[in-house]
């Protein structure tokens, strides 16, 4: 017969067990939730209420079913108190010693038939079990961040977990109003597994100043539709528990590079700038768990950023392709005076404009010979831009012979109102502050990033596509799960496989031969199964 789980305990309510709290009381679950001490419990009551109140006030909660779902908590501290449930999830610190000492002491605890779950995101639930004397009763259930509002539930079976408590866990998800999808015991999981590699990328990116956090965050979100950029992200993680993650998968994901934790992470962790928990983190908020943004001393003055711009009033745009026709059109409906030029011989009429964009083929030698040309005719003082997504900027900006005066202009996707701005190591601040103000005129975001292989967000985002083919190689999960996983835990617009055939797999295969190629990092060799699609020219879903 099932489970009927009328009463759950959640142990530890920080980020995660809050959350996991409203979740079950919410349902009509009661729920005894723990913590190690009267200040913690404290904090969880509060991130409770918090987030309660915070969905009365914007007419997401009825304030009787507010002030029901409040009665079906207790609040104790220490674990006593769960001798009676039916469940217990546990959401304390993403460490093994930790959680095993915790199974230990809740097998000794719990009622012989209750279920012990963990909401780990990386460790293994198989040894987390083997710490109890009921292993096949330990299972992983791993919310999302914020578990009242991200619809997933990863239910982790372990080679030990019995069929019966899977399906009774599985159960328990719909009545939740969650999505669940069943995979084994493996680092990451699905989402974690694809998520932090990108995340622990993009604090790399800031740690090398290769672009603001700000660029960084705009860049993803506008990029790619994402409801935050990685480092808001990470606040909101927590970035204690994101290092407790990578280095635990580094560690248990075949010491994949891309997730040893960056330097800045851990001096991070050490300084007390944990996220939103500590009120600072990448960004600083208003108070300790306040997701409100306030400004620090690394918050971009508008005005200073485009401080030394040059006049620009006319714009020659080289090309006669879809993009070149594409910007003839935005320049001229921005008020700009547009000199359309064919590359093949009209460049002697670009000797007066103010800025040059040439939206030409990404191929190096044709480019380079085009850059050669405009150096000689164009007058002095012009910004030379070229929109190439493939060929080195600085290779670009050389053979001009003016290469400060030269900037990337990558206009990501025609629909998105993203610019990348790369400046190459000899582009003249004046280039950049020229094209910024030229991307705002045109009404769009610009973001400024060096000159590296993919940018910012091809960069971030290809690894990520890269990855989740080899997951679906490894034969972990299906298109749907992983697609579903990404929806539905993070809130991405699209799955991977979703995206992979809209962009097309041969794009994504060149993006990421070119990013292998420049980083040599193991990790971004393209995923065989890619290659061979490509080959056979068949997409993920037919
Ligand atoms: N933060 C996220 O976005 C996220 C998402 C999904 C899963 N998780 C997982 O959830 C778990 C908790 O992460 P978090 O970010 O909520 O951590 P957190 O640091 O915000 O909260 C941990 C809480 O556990 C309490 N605690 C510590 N030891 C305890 C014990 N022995 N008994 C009772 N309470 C104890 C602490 O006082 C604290 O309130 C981790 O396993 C993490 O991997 C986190």
Redesign the pocket.
Known sequence: MAREFTRVGV?????????IVEVFARNGVDVVA????DA?LE??RANLTGSTDRAVARGKLAEADRDALLGRVTFAV??DALHSVDLVI??????LD??Q??FA?LDRVCKPEAILA??????SVTEIAVATTRPDQVIGM????P?PVMKLVEVVRTVVTSADVVADVEALCVRLGKVDVTITDRAGFIA?ALLFGYLNHAIGMFEARYATREDIDAAMKLGCGLPMGPLALLD???L???Y??LDTMYRRGGRDRRHSPVPLLRQMVTAGL?GR?SGRGFYTYERAGSGKLVPDELTPTAPTSTDGARAVTTVGVVGSGTLAAGLVETFTAAGYQVVPVDPAGELPRLADVDLVVEATADDLDGTKALLAGLGEVCKPGVVLATTTSALPVIDLAMASGRPADVVGLHFANPATPLVEIVRTIRTSAEATATARAVVAALGRTGVVCADRAGFIVNALLFPYLNDAVRMLEADYSTTDDIDNAMKLGCGYPTGPFELLDTVGLDVALAVQRALYRELREPGLAPAPLLEQLVTADRPFRR
């Open positions: 142990v530890g309510l920080g980020t995660m067990g809050a959350g723990v913590e190690v001490s913690a904090r969880g220490g674990l546990e959401a304390v610190p993403e460490r930790i959680k000492r915790l002491d963990t909401n780990t995101s990386s460790l791993h919310f999302f961040n578990a974690n909101l993680i927590g204690d528990t994101a407790e993650i944990l928990k």
